[in-house]
């Protein structure tokens, strides 16, 4: 599967934006997505993750009751939607897809990676 992620850009604290990523390739519905963030000099941190069905989430703590993932399976996308951002949002944001036909939870590592996004939150 080939992802690609957008949606990105410059909003002042507090504002809102939705990032996509895109899938390509067949059998969308195996793979559980998630999302993770880097900013400069930064290690990439875990953000969100969905499994497959949608019927199971995850998010950081310092993201939880701002952002929502969500998905749909017939488009081939989920959907990171950032409410109440924070300048501390600021990072390049990736998608993430690992196939769990065999698997309950979500997974710990991911196989496949997309190219990035800028979110710049300013102050």
């Known amino acids: 599967v080939q992802l690609q992620a957008s949606g990105g850009g410059l909003v002042q604290a507090g504002g809102s934006l939705r990032l996509s990523c895109a899938a390509s390739?067949?059998?969308?519905?195996?793979?559980?997505v998630g999302w993770f963030r880097q900013a400069p000099g930064t290690e990439r941190e875990f953000v969100a993750a969905i499994h497959r069905n949608g019927g199971t989430t995850s998010y950081r703590d310092s993201v939880k009751g701002r952002f929502t993932v969500s998905r749909d399976n017939a488009k081939k996308s989920v959907y990171l939607q950032m409410n109440s951002l924070k300048p501390e949002d600021t990072a390049t944001y990736y998608c993430?897809?690992?196939?769990?036909?065999?698997?309950?939870?979500?997974?710990?590592?991911?196989?496949?990676w997309g190219r990035g996004t800028q979110v710049t939150v300013s102050s």
């Open positions: 390739g067949p059998s969308f519905s195996r793979y559980a």
């Open positions: 993430a897809a690992k196939d769990v036909i065999l698997t309950a939870g979500l997974p710990s590592h991911y196989d496949y």
